[in-house]
Structures are given as C-alpha cells and as structure tokens.
C-alpha cells in the first residue's frame, strides 16, 4: 500500500478489495458491496449455495487497538442486523437462510496481511 493511501478510509477500502477477493477465491457470489441503508452500510452481501451472507470487514494496521474483529460491537451487530432486515424486504427475500461473517486483516510493516474470516460471527 503506497503512503499516500494510508488514511484509515483508504485502508479499509483495500481491506474491502481484498476481502472481495477472497471471497471470489472461495467461490462465493457478490451480491453487492457497500449496501447502504438506515444511516449505515453493509460492506459485502454475498451468497454461498442457498445461504445469504452479510459481510462486515475489519482491517487494521496494527494491533495496538486490539484485533479488527472486535471492533465489531454489539451495537454494530444491531445496525448490521437492522440493515440486512431492511435488505431482505426490499428485496423479497425473508425467506432466505442468513448468517452474519465479519472479515479482518491486519497488515504489518512489510505490507503483508494475514485475513480471518469468522463465518457466524453474530
């Protein structure tokens, strides 16, 4: 990541690029990305097989401030949930199996990531 990408806006867009990514690799469909709704955004909605997964990504730095996945607070959890009811009514789909993963990188110094993907975080 160059310099001039180092706001926390900027990382967390790569964070999402490659969060993208992975879930591609691993086969899943993207169904949107950065969903807003209610004041607030959902950052991936995927599917996998019959499943609708709503995705949250934490990326970080460092881990001066704790892991990235635990930024991911209950109140947080509430908004994520309240938007994705919101989604599936829009879009007629109350009858679909959900779940609720959260995606967290954390960079080094020599601009590697290791990537945690806790699938039925919440």
């Known amino acids: 990541m160059e310099k001039d ?3 926390p806006h900027a990382l967390g867009r790569s964070g999402e690029e490659i969060a ?3 879930l591609k690799n691993k086969k899943y469909k993207i ?3 950065n969903y807003r709704l209610f004041r607030g955004e959902i950052d991936i909605i995927a599917q996998k097989r019959n499943i609708l997964v709503f995705v949250e990504v934490k990326t970080r730095r460092s881990k001066n401030f704790g892991f990235p996945e635990e930024s991911v607070t209950p109140s947080k959890q509430q908004q994520i949930k309240k938007i994705a ?3 599936l009514v829009k879009n007629n789909l109350q009858d679909i199996e ?3 993963d959260v995606i967290s990188l954390s960079f080094n110094d020599n601009e590697k990531f290791s990537i945690y993907h806790i699938k039925n975080a919440f």
């Open 5 to 7: 990408k180092d706001t």
């Open 20 to 22: 993208l990514r992975f």
């Open 31 to 33: 169904i949107t990305k």
């Open 85 to 87: 009811q919101g989604f």
């Open 98 to 100: 959900c779940r609720f």
